[in-house]
């Protein structure tokens, strides 16, 4: 995926992403560089920074040099990656990979979660929609 592409699929957007054994996660990239995670039993949003890392690379296949881009993310040094287990630290992940985790997006802080410290509700250890999280927390589609 291209810098270009990714600024267009994550930025400024609300995602819904398969957080596998742990439920749905929900994030806003803000344009700032900031981003904001409600993840499934923290009762806190935690904020933190993302950025992105190109690198180059060479596809036989495609018989040119392709330009690889990854969404990096960095909570701070109070945190603990529930993937790699892994404290603090920036954590990146090609932007492909990104794409193909996020379940729905939407425009916007659909949340309000850059102006909150607690989230609207602990989100539980399953699968949900951004449709029924707006039911729950009382929000309009």
Known sequence: MSLDDAKVAFVGKTRNVKAYQFGSQVS?????????LWFPGNPVVLQGKWSFKESGGFRPYA??????????????????????RRRSGTECIPSDTAVLT?????????????????????????????????????LRS
């Open 28 to 36: 806003y990239m803000a344009p700032d560089g900031s981003v904001y």
């Open 63 to 84: 018989g040119k040099p392709v330009s690889e881009t990854s969404l990096c993310f960095d909570y701070g040094p109070n945190t603990v990656n529930a993937w790699s």
């Open 102 to 138: 996020t379940v729905e997006s939407e425009s916007g802080d659909v949340f309000g979660l850059a102006g909150r410290t607690e989230v609207p509700f602990v989100l539980p250890r399953e699968k949900t929609t951004l449709a029924d999280l707006r039911k729950r927390v009382g």
